[in-house]
T-cell receptor, first 111, second 110 residues
Framework: DAMVIQNPRYQVTQFGKPVTLSCSQT?????MYWYQQKSSQAPKLLFH???????NEADTPDNFQSRRPNTSFCFLDIRSPGLGDAAMYLC??????????FGSGTQLSVL | KQEVTQIPAALSVPEGENLVLNCSFT??????LQWFRQDPGKGLTSLLL?????REQTSGRLNASLDKSSGRSTLYIAASQPGDSATYLC?????????FGSGTKLNVKP
């Protein structure tokens, strides 16, 4: 009964080859977040959606894009992955003022 | 900008010990504070959520407290077990964002 589902669990891509990570939720939460987490570091917010309103963090590289076609799904597109983009990518959802729920994450490797 | 600090960065204790993990934050204007557990290579699992109006929350062997005025929260784990070994992160919610600490890596030795 997973509530926030991320696919795939592991993703290997080549340097410069576009990659898309996906996230779906069954909670019907209106806020969805994408975080990047590198080893032993705090999760870093890349962007979030409040319903269809997209909010980009000021320091998120242009290489990272996102789409939210409906309430349930959200995608993270990395247009030209570099070695420094290898990380765990975490999707999370919440309602305003509420608890944050995370998926299991996608571990991205860039060769 | 909100800064969240967790001390210590790592902690090793023998099984059965009671322990306290610390979280401090610089801006007391928060909506809530949440404690998470993260196992290696996995996502974050929510443990406890404390709303800004609350002082503490309990779940099983876990008790979290919040002192907004001093910018501190503690997570108390009673009778620790090897299965408690993981990284524990706290996050505070500002207006529309969650701010995370870097976590405390806990090792409970059998």
């Amino acid at each position: 009964d997973a509530m926030v589902i991320q696919n795939p669990r592991y993703q290997v891509t080549q340097f410069g080859k576009p990659v898309t990570l996906s996230c779906s939720q069954t909670l019907n939460h209106n806020v969805m977040y994408w975080y990047q987490q590198k080893s032993s570091q705090a999760p870093k917010l890349l962007f979030h959606y409040y319903d269809k309103d997209f909010n980009n963090e000021a320091d998120t590289p242009d290489n990272f894009q996102s789409r939210r076609p409906n309430t349930s799904f959200c995608f993270l597109d990395i247009r030209s992955p570099g070695l420094g983009d290898a990380a765990m990518y975490l999707c999370a959802t919440s309602i305003p003022g509420g608890e944050l729920f995370f998926g299991s994450g996608t571990q991205l490797s860039v060769l | 900008k909100q800064e969240v600090t967790q001390i210590p960065a790592a902690l090793s204790v023998p099984e059965g010990e009671n322990l306290v993990l610390n979280c401090s934050f610089t801006d007391s204007a928060i909506y809530n504070l949440q404690w998470f557990r993260q196992d290696p290579g996995k996502g974050l699992t929510s443990l406890l959520l404390i709303q800004s109006s609350q002082r503490e929350q309990t779940s099983g062997r876990l008790n979290a407290s919040l002192d907004k005025s001093s910018g501190r929260s503690t997570l108390y784990i009673a009778a620790s077990q090897p299965g408690d070994s993981a990284t524990y992160l706290c996050a505070v919610k500002g207006f529309n964002k969650f701010y995370f600490g870097s976590g405390t890596k806990l090792n409970v030795k059998p």
